[in-house]
Nanobody, 123 residues
C-alpha cells in the first residue's frame, strides 16, 4: 500500500501562489498515475489535475488550466501542484490521490488518497 501526505496549504491573497506537495511512502508509486482533487464543504469532490507515471503526460480541469501545474519527482516519491494566480473560488481542501484504474478525472477510479490540505484564497 502507498500512504500519501499532503502539505503546503495555507491562506493566500487572490493573485498569489502556493505549491502543494504530496509525499508517498510504502511501495514505490513511480508506476502509478497521480492526481489532485479538491472539495468544498457540501459539494462534490472536483478533479484538478493528473499526471502519468513518467510525468510525460498531464491533464487539467478547464478551471485551472494555465494557472496550475502538476509535476512529480519519482526519485523523491513526491507529486507537486504549483498554483499561481489563485482566485477565491480555488478555496477548498486539496487531496492527492494515486493509482487510477480508469478515467483519471474520476475520483472513484483512484485507489489511495491523502488526508487533504486546506487552501484558502482571500479576496
Amino acid at each position: 500500500q502507498v500512504q500519501l501526505v499532503e502539505s503546503g496549504g495555507g491562506l493566500v491573497q487572490a493573485g498569489g501562489s502556493l505549491r502543494l506537495s504530496c509525499a508517498a511512502s510504502g511501495r514505490t508509486f513511480s508506476t502509478d498515475g497521480m492526481g489532485w482533487f479538491r472539495q468544498v464543504l457540501g459539494k462534490e469532490r472536483e478533479f484538478v489535475a493528473a499526471i502519468s507515471p513518467s510525468g510525460g503526460s498531464t491533464f487539467y480541469a478547464d478551471s485551472v488550466k494555465g494557472r496550475f501545474t502538476i509535476s512529480r519527482d519519482n526519485a523523491k516519491n513526491t507529486v507537486y501542484l504549483q498554483m499561481n494566480s489563485l482566485k477565491p473560488e480555488d478555496t477548498a481542501v486539496y487531496y492527492c490521490a494515486g493509482g487510477p484504474s480508469g478515467s483519471w478525472r474520476r475520483d472513484y477510479d483512484y485507489g489511495y488518497w491523502g488526508q487533504g490540505t486546506q487552501v484558502t484564497v482571500s479576496s
